[in-house]
């Protein structure tokens, strides 16, 4: 049973850090692809930032490079997203994703709330 569950979310004032967590079960993080995305409302959801299997290559939206940093924990079975620097354009819902490489399939955790404002 493939599940994922986000956490960390909340309210922060712009130029603040907040890091969000996703715990991966029923499959292994390191040998998948893991993404965060986000989705404001009225707007299509995008694409954060990603983390390819086995490797530590990363891919960012141009919007968060130098500010986000995802990273996996295989121990934990963990991916976070350590965000600093942050802007009122940053809130939305962050959603993790999973790319399970084998089966081709997609996995999606609940998503959390992200608001920055003063």
């Known amino acids: 049973q493939v599940q994922l569950v986000e956490s960390g979310g909340g309210l922060v004032q712009p130029g603040g850090s907040l890091t969000l967590s996703c715990e991966a079960s029923g499959f292994t993080v390191s040998s998948s692809i893991m993404s965060w995305f986000r989705e404001a409302p009225g707007k299509e959801r995008e694409l954060v930032a990603r983390i390819f299997a086995h490797g530590h290559n990363t891919n960012y939206a141009d919007s968060v490079k130098g500010r986000f940093a995802i990273s996996r924990d295989n121990a934990e079975n963990t991916v976070y997203l350590q965000m600093n620097s942050l802007k009122p354009e940053d809130t939305a819902v962050y959603y993790c994703?999973?790319?399970?490489?084998?089966?081709?399939?997609?996995?999606w955790g609940q998503g959390t709330q992200v608001t920055v404002s003063s």
């Open positions: 994703n999973a790319r399970i490489i084998i089966t081709r399939d997609d996995y």
